[in-house]
């Protein structure tokens, strides 16, 4: 199966949510971002910045770490904002109604290793890395689905 990837360096916060701000811009119901990274990497400032890009009204946007999902009304679906660090089983990805969410909202999952065999083939998966020592991130943007590949295509060459 082919693969679609790309990796970019984010120099500031501001270009981590202009990404954001890009990407959200592409986004449909049914699509899956899955953000992976240690803590720190970069990954609720940018599910933070889609979300509030994709808002007609501008609200606050919590980290979900404690409440495991925020959901928020977009002009086309529901955006789904999960946190998924305290689960101990994928089993409680069902309970919390994620998977039923990524048929027709768009849903972004911060620690999708907890999904195990749950995490959608159609997602797109961001892996977040800092680079400490030059001051900067590194973004791992990856999918197999084709769905991406434009969208890669477009951000590799800004």
């Not at 961001?126 to 030059?134: G, V």
């Amino acid at each position: 199966m082919a693969s679609f990837e790309t990796s970019l360096d984010l120099r500031s916060p501001a270009e981590t949510s202009a990404l954001a701000r890009t990407i959200g811009g592409d986004l449909k119901p049914g699509d899956v971002l899955l953000l992976e990274g240690e803590i720190g990497a970069g990954k609720t400032h940018f599910a933070r910045s889609l979300i509030q890009s994709l808002l007609a009204m501008p609200e606050d946007v919590p980290s979900p770490t404690f409440t495991l999902v925020q959901t928020y009304e977009g002009s086309d679906c529901e955006i789904w904002h999960a946190d998924l660090y305290r689960l101990s089983a994928p089993e409680e990805v069902i309970e919390l109604g994620l998977t039923d969410a990524f048929d027709d909202s768009v849903c972004l999952v911060e620690w999708p290793d907890r999904l195990e065999d749950l995490a959608p083939a159609k997602a797109l998966s961001l892996a977040f890395s800092m680079q400490p020592e030059q001051g900067r991130r590194t973004l791992r943007l990856s999918s197999i689905n084709p769905r991406w590949a434009p969208l890669l295509k477009a951000i590799s060459h800004d």
